[in-house]
Structures are given as C-alpha cells and as structure tokens.
C-alpha cells in the first residue's frame, strides 16, 4: 500500500539554528513528492515539490528537500529558522495513478525564542 | 488572482443533518479534490473530479457525494452527519491530473472548520 510517513510527530528547535524534517515514502514506483505548511486553523501551502530530475529541489522561505530513492525519503531542511517558520509541516506524495495525495501525519515545529 | 475559495469558513450542525459545502478552484484548474482533516492528523482523501468526472474516491462512506459543475467548481455533501464528521474540510485545485499524463501540485483553499454537535 501506498504510504507517507513522518516519524517525528513535534520537533522544537532554536531560532537560527538548523532543521530537517523526516519524511519516508513507500510506493511502488518513484512518487510524486511535496511538503507542505499549515498554520493554525489554516489551510496547507505548498513549499516545494519533486516530479524528476534534479535531487535537491529548493522551495520558498527558505526550504529545500532532498529525494533519496534508496532511502525512500524526502527530508526538508532549512539553515537557519525563524519564528514565524513554527507551524505544522506535511510531506506529501502521489503516484501515476492521479492527484490523489497521500498526507504523512504530520509534524509540529516549536522555534525557542 | 484569486486563488482555491471555500465556503462557508466555519459552520456548526447537529447530528443527523445534512451539509453542503462549497469550492471555486483557481481559474483555469479542471480538476478540485476533497480532503478531510481531523484535529492534530493528516489530510485523507475523499473525492477527486476532472472535467465534471469522479476520477478518484477515497474510503468513505456513502454519506459522502460530490459533484463538480460547468464552471469547475464543486460541493461536498454529507448527508446523516455524525460526531465523527467534524473536521477541517479541504478542497484543492489542479490544472490536471497525472492520469492525463502530466504531473501538477495542488492548491488548497483556506478550508471548511465543520463541527457536529
């Protein structure tokens, strides 16, 4: 079966310190992977998306992610965080059979003062 | 431009009654899909259509209906709402799907907050 998952369910970092998000993909061929963020009460905007070609794809505010086919993971990182990046972060993926995206469960980014 | 509009934004409905919400895709986009949000979990698909199509149907019950009119937009409806339903209802637009050949991302709407009492 087609699955997303994000083992780490809140993760608190420093402001300006360094963040990876984990995200593990199980599919039968190669997905089609996104993240994305949603703010409380709001819905989810995209950061960055992978379909082919390049590894590393870069994102807005900051985000980029890496597609490790032989880690079947797609994890976001960014250099340097800042307070307003706390929120809820969701990896995402599809497959050749639609737009029908399969959501991980999410994880909750807490930025330190 | 405008981008995925839903409405209404809140909505409060007892058990047993019928709702029905509503999704503008961005201009252009063909293709609205339906996902339902409860509180601290991920999005889980409910219903894709494509060109006025249902092209994709997630594990729901019957309750659950949509339809996509002329112009793209669509509704959800669920009929029988039970405790259960209350959730953040989101609807996303596509320019297509990949089973037209071509990959897209998805666009949400800022989403329906539904609570059964």
């Given at each position: 079966a087609?699955?997303?998952?994000?083992?780490?369910?809140?993760?608190?970092?420093?402001?300006g310190a360094s963040l990876e998000l984990r995200c593990n993909?199980?599919?039968?061929?190669?997905?089609?992977?996104?993240?994305?963020?949603?703010?409380?009460?709001?819905?989810?905007?995209?950061?960055?998306?992978?379909?082919?070609?390049?590894?590393?794809?870069?994102?807005?505010?900051?985000?980029?992610?890496?597609?490790?086919?032989?880690q079947s993971s797609f994890n976001l990182r960014k250099p340097s965080v800042h307070w307003s990046d706390a929120a809820?972060?969701?990896?995402?993926?599809?497959?050749?059979?639609?737009?029908?995206?399969?959501?991980?469960g999410g994880t909750r980014l807490m930025v330190k003062p | 431009d405008a981008g995925v509009t839903q409405?209404?934004?809140?909505?409060?409905?007892?058990r047993g009654q019928h709702v029905t919400l509503?999704?503008?895709?961005?201009?252009?986009?063909?293709?609205?899909?339906?996902?339902?949000?409860?509180?601290?979990?991920?999005?889980?698909?409910?219903?894709?259509y494509y060109e006025k199509e249902e092209r994709g149907r997630g594990n729901f019950p019957d309750r659950f209906s949509a339809r996509q009119f002329p112009n793209y937009s669509s509704e959800l409806n669920v009929n029988a709402l039970l405790?259960?339903?209350?959730?953040?209802?989101?609807?996303a637009s596509s320019s297509q799907t990949t089973s037209t050949g071509?990959?897209?991302?998805?666009?949400?709407?800022?989403g329906t907050r539904l609570t059964v009492v």
């Open positions: 087609q699955s997303v998952t994000q083992p780490d369910i809140h993760i608190t970092v420093s402001e993909y199980s599919y039968g061929a190669t997905p089609y992977l996104f993240w994305y963020v949603q703010s409380p009460g709001q819905g989810l905007q995209l950061l960055l998306k992978y379909f082919s070609g390049d590894t590393l794809v870069q994102g807005i505010k900051g985000f980029e992610a890496e597609f490790k086919r032989s809820e972060y969701f990896c995402a993926g599809h497959n050749n059979a639609g737009n029908m995206l399969t959501f991980g | 409405s209404p934004t809140h909505l409060i409905k007892t509503r999704c503008s895709p961005i201009s252009g986009h063909k293709s609205v899909s339906w996902y339902q949000q409860v509180l601290g979990q991920g999005p889980q698909f409910i219903f894709q405790l259960g339903d209350s959730a953040l209802y989101l609807c071509v990959a897209t991302e998805a666009f949400f709407g800022q």
